[in-house]
């Protein structure tokens, strides 16, 4: 019934046209943000935008300002990009364009995964994906949130690795771990970071990220 389902999945996703995603926006780069590194920036392709105008499915558009933005990449295609708000007042925090992308079915900094590496690191958030970078390591994907999604967990067991869970170290990242966990058990091999209570990646400097790799415990 696994194989079944897995068929339909791929014979799906050949049908379905990835649109190339075009911002109706003016980009500047991003020279510092945090306290990233100005090569992780540009490795990201991190850019600013004072606005940007987004069309709605029912054909409307509307506009947001002063936003991060972070181009997401599918098979060497842009598909969108996810908006990080700058101010403090505006909402929402995060946005994804196109609205009609499915970010439940995008793996973010896939394209960049080694393929001759044994291992990918599953994330929350874009930022912890920067933070491992910044720590030495590539092979790191994240899943825009903390849930694993039908499609993500379908894109992991393609990729023939084993799967190393590093979710936020609060409630919901735990819970996310067990779930992701028990849904990938005895199909990969899996590992776990454990990191400290109300912890996540982007606020954890990298030697703790390299030490907390080389903790990592593996379940049985």
């Known amino acids: 019934k696994d194989l079944e389902n897995f068929l339909k999945y791929i014979s799906s996703k050949k049908k379905q ?7 109706k926006a003016e980009l500047v780069k991003v020279k510092t943000f945090r306290n990233y590194n100005k090569s992780t920036l540009e490795h990201f392709e991190v850019m600013y ?3 940007i105008c987004i069309d709605r499915k029912d054909g409307t558009s509307f506009k947001l300002y002063e936003r991060i933005y972070i181009p997401i990449y599918e098979d060497g295609k842009l598909i969108g990009a996810s908006l990080r708000k700058v101010r ?12 009609t992308i499915k970010i439940g079915s995008v793996l973010y900094n896939k394209d960049n995964i080694n393929t001759s590496d044994e291992y990918v690191i599953v994330v929350e958030g874009i930022f912890d994906v920067f933070s491992w970078y910044e720590a030495g390591f590539n092979n790191v994907v994240c899943t825009f949130g903390a849930h694993l999604t039908e499609e993500q967990y379908r894109m992991l067991l393609r990729m023939g690795k084993d799967v190393i869970w590093c979710f936020d170290g609060d409630n919901a990242g735990i819970i996310a771990t067990k779930q992701a966990v028990e849904k990938m058990r005895y199909k990969v091999t899996q590992w776990v970071i454990q990191l400290p209570e109300g912890a996540d990646p982007g606020n954890c400097t990298s030697e703790d990220l390299r030490r907390y790799f080389d903790e990592k415990e593996k379940i049985i």
């Open 17 to 23: 046209e990835v649109n190339v995603y075009t911002p």
């Open 49 to 51: 935008t004072k606005e």
């Open 88 to 99: 403090a007042k505006d909402n929402p925090k995060w946005f994804h364009v196109p609205p």
